[in-house]
């Protein structure tokens, strides 16, 4: 009897605990959540937020004086943005589908181990190492900051992520899909490309997906590459401003801090949505 | 049979295959395949069964460091010489599960051979197609309203079909099938034989099953395989009545295998 209730002491206080720390770690998300959600919101429903480049020290200081809401927003960062991971997207896509069929298809390859091996390297190199490494690059030899230096940063940063979700689809893949596609007379290169990629359709997609969630937020490496604009800058060879740096901007502006909060509001909104269609997807095109 | 002249499709002579240098999977198989009859293969798991039947459409390529000698005949060509496109597209393949192509419509998986290898067709011609291949396997009538639904909503039996009538569009002159029941229930498995004698008249089929009921049931001849030999080959009544080699009865009476 008494060895009964101990154990179920036991058990339950480990249940507690266990239920405890899994509860821990969804505090710092909501605590940042809530965070920027209560300072940041105000700023976010004007609807010049998205459609004004950011304010001048001055008139924000002006605002804050009477009381007002600081005029102006961050749609200079926005367009940079997306300039920037647009750019990156688009180069990163079809160098890195590439080479993740290249992995998958000839696994056992020494070529495609060291590849892959540096792939992870590359996965692991400090952003702000990248960004000096686009400096060097793009930025010195162009003679200029640019956008188009800031998305060479980040198609470096996003191609680790689209290889190796591009390798592990495709090796997910059974091999008879592929044995029925050859079956059929059809040559090996639309074999890949016909059969194999729509089927890896889903995790490839999620994975471009997770790779633009990650760089989106990317600050350092833009630093050193776009380094920034006050106005909206659609020239991709001019410096560019970004939402990221926009935030770092308003932290180093006592008059534009509280922007802060209303600018990292609408960067986590908008890596949460991607990431929760990432799953959708992942979810919906999963390989049966 | 024995009124009807016999004319051979596939002509294998002294067929060695091997995954490893000096040890034969396939060891010196000769024989004369004919137009318009199933020819069984059976034999113990691991005999090469199906190395034999994948190097007759050249799908033993996938394997780097496959070797193959000996003489393989399909309508007098030499297939180790043509294009294995060509080779592929004259034999067709089913294979023991069934593999439609999970993004296509049945529809499309139907007509695959033709899109895929940019065989331009109209879309009566595609139509036909579709409908004389779903026809031939007894498929049409289950799936003809739901010809745009994806091909793996069917069932085990109806994907196998699906494959077959995949195989059946393109018009091979064989068809060679490595175990195609062997993942499906006996019901399913009971209308794909059907299916098969059915077929006969339309294509020359070489099935590999380990199903000894099976290919008395549907096959005109059978061979009997063993440790990458070729023990012995025959009509299947023959070898089911008055097997020559005690091996071939020994398995045959499920003394092994
Ligand atoms: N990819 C491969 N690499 C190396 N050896 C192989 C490979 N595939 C088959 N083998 C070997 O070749 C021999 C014949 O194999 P095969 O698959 O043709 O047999 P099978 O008669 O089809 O058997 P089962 O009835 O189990 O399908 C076996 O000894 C097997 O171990
Ligand atoms: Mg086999």
């Known amino acids: 009897m008494n060895t009964f209730t101990y154990r179920k002491i036991k058990n339950a206080s480990l249940y507690v605990l266990v239920c405890l720390f899994a509860g821990l770690t969804a505090v710092p998300l909501f605590a940042i959540l809530g965070q920027v959600l209560i300072k ?92 000096v490494v686009a400096f060097i690059w793009v930025v010195i030899p162009l003679k200029s900051y640019s956008a188009l230096a800031g998305s060479a940063a980040l198609t470096v940063m996003m191609l680790p992520l689209i290889i190796r979700s591009t390798e592990e689809t495709m090796k997910m893949i059974p091999n008879t899909m592929k044995e029925a596609g050859l079956a059929l007379g059809t040559s090996y290169p639309i074999v890949i490309l016909r059969v194999m990629l729509p089927s890896a359709f889903g995790g490839i997609f999620t994975g471009v997906l997770l790779a633009v969630s990650r760089v989106i937020g990317e600050t350092a490496p833009l ?55 990432a799953k959708q997807i992942a979810k919906k095109w999963r390989i049966q | 049979m024995e009124n009807t002249i016999k004319e051979n499709i ?26 318009g009859l199933i020819t069984s293969i059976m034999g113990p798991s691991g005999c090469g069964k199906s190395t034999l039947l ?97 091909g793996t909503f069917l069932s085990g039996g109806q994907q196998q079909r699906l494959c077959i009538a995949r195989a059946l569009a393109l018009k091979p002159d064989i068809l060679l099938m490595d175990e195609p029941t062997s993942a499906l229930d006996p019901i399913a498995t009971n209308r794909i034989e059907e299916l098969l004698v059915e077929l006969k008249k339309e294509v ?24 990458g030999d070729l023990i012995e080959y025959d009509t299947t009544k023959k070898m089911f009545t008055n097997p020559q080699d005690k091996r071939t009865e020994e398995y045959l009476t499920g003394k092994f295998g």
């Open chain 1, 40 to 131: 940041g919101w105000r700023q976010l429903i004007v609807s010049d937020f998205f459609v004004k480049s950011t304010p001048t020290t001055l008139d924000a200081l002006i605002a804050l004086r009477s009381g007002e809401i600081i005029p102006g927003g961050i749609a200079n960062g926005i367009v940079g943005t997306i300039l920037m991971v647009l750019m990156a997207t688009f180069i990163a896509i079809p160098i890195g589908i590439f080479a993740g069929i290249y992995l998958a298809e000839y696994k056992t390859s020494k070529y495609a181990s060291i590849i892959r091996f540096l792939t992870d390297l590359l996965q692991g190199v400090p952003s702000i190492v990248v960004g």
């Open chain 1, 223 to 277: 630093m050193l590459t776009a380094l920034g604009s006050t106005m909206i800058q659609w020239d991709v060879t001019r410096p560019n401003s970004a939402v990221s740096l926009l935030i770092w901007e308003f932290y180093n502006d006592p008059n534009l801090q509280s922007l802060v909060w209303s600018a990292s509001l609408f960067l986590l909104i908008f890596v949460l949505t991607l990431n929760i269609i």
């Open chain 2, 10 to 35: 596939l002509t294998l002579k002294d067929v060695c295959i091997s995954y490893t240098p000096g040890q034969n999977a396939v060891n010196m198989v000769t024989a004369d395949i004919q137009k």
């Open chain 2, 54 to 150: 994948r190097a007759i459409n050249r799908m033993h390529e996938l394997y780097p460091g496959i070797t193959i000698t000996g003489d393989i005949k399909l309508n007098n060509k030499d297939i180790l010489k043509m294009n294995a496109i060509e080779v592929r597209r004259m034999a067709g393949m089913v294979f023991q599960r069934p593999n439609p192509f999970p993004t296509l419509s049945i529809y499309d998986n139907v007509i695959a051979g033709y899109t895929l290898n940019g065989i331009k067709k109209t879309k009566d011609e595609k139509d036909e197609i579709v409908e004389n291949s779903l026809k031939n396997v007894a498929l049409w009538d289950e799936v003809k309203d739901v010809l745009q639904k994806k």
């Open chain 2, 204 to 227: 020359t089929i070489v099935i590999v099953t380990h199903n000894m009921s099976q290919a008395a049931r549907i096959s005109d001849y059978s061979m009997f395989m063993y440790l």
